[in-house]
């Protein structure tokens, strides 16, 4: 069974940085679509970014040249850094992973597994 913790979130002010980390542990795919996820209230969930299991990676356009995303192998975590933040970006951010490669488009119901979420807030 497939388990995601995240870690890193908090609060900044805008334009700073945080770098959240989400752990996989469990059972193992080779072919995948790990990605973060986030959600504001009262807003639909909205992906931010996504690792395929071919090693490419997928930026939302909201936060295209802002936030990277990446894989830890050695530490088997997910990584999301998130650089010049705005208040827009206040969300709770989750990580979470499909079958389904990223190259395929999966929609959030198409991810079988997702982590508890951890909180983001910028503040003006």
């Known amino acids: 069974q497939v388990q995601l913790l995240e870690s890193g979130g908090g609060s900044v002010q805008s334009g700073g940085s945080l770098r959240l980390s989400c752990a996989a542990s469990g059972s193992s795919y080779s072919t995948y679509c790990m990605a973060w996820f986030r959600q504001a209230p009262g807003k639909e969930r909205e992906e931010v970014a996504g690792f395929d299991s071919d090693g490419s990676t997928t930026i939302g356009e909201s936060v295209k040249g802002r936030f990277n995303i990446s894989r830890d192998n050695a530490k088997n975590t997910l990584d999301l850094q998130m650089n010049s933040l705005e208040p827009e970006d206040t969300a709770m951010y989750y990580c979470?992973?499909?079958?389904?490669?990223?190259?395929?488009?999966?929609?959030?119901?198409?991810?079988?597994?997702w982590g508890q979420g951890t909180q983001v807030t910028v503040s003006s």
């Open positions: 979470a992973l499909s079958r389904i490669r990223c190259i395929y488009h999966p929609r959030p119901q198409h991810f079988g597994w």
